[in-house]
């Protein structure tokens, strides 16, 4: 494992895939959009999308695909499918719920920084109970620059008033690792199964979830 400059101060969630398994519900929506056109959804569109805000994702849909919509028709399209399964398939990814009792016990600072958008993030995390749990959420309002850029871990590391090496990130897609480790943070790849594919290069480890005691142990360096 590489070694850090500094102890942890502060950690910082991504949301999607990482805190709840809305990459999966996402996968589902995807490949409804493009069931409905006629096309497929494969898993070199699915790894080219992920982790990037929805307006980049939405692009490069349309573009994978030479699809005559537009941003905003396929958005629309996207709320009215997904609303239909976050009332029954939204969780909390495992070890997700243990790892924030435990970051709450040592007193260390938490926060999510997500591409997705303020009232998606809002009520997604306020649907798993676990909205109050952080010191502040960022999303792509907060940023003009998207993941794989560094700027919202940089402005994470600023609100939390610690250098980026004394930050942990926990992120499940390569462009969320490549904006944490350009910020000079601490990287731990949490992937599922949607990402298991993506080049994780700059992180400490790749664990197997929130639950893998490493993380734990990281805490303690």
Known sequence: ???HHARIRAVV???DGLLVNTEELYQH?????LRRRGRTFGPDLLDAMMGRPQQVSLRIMIDWHGLADTIETLAAETREIFAGLLDTRL???PGAVPLLDDLSARGLPHAVATSSGPDFAADVLGRVGIRDRFAFVLTSADV???KPDPEIYRTAASRLDVAPDAMLVLEDSEAGCRAAVAAGAVVVAVPGGHSRRHDFSGAAFVAASLADPRVGALLEC
């Open 144 to 146: 003009v620059r998207g």
């Open 91 to 93: 969780e909390t990814m």
């Open 13 to 15: 969630f991504d949301l």
């Open 1 to 3: 494992m590489p070694q």
């Open 29 to 33: 929506v995807g490949s409804e959009l």
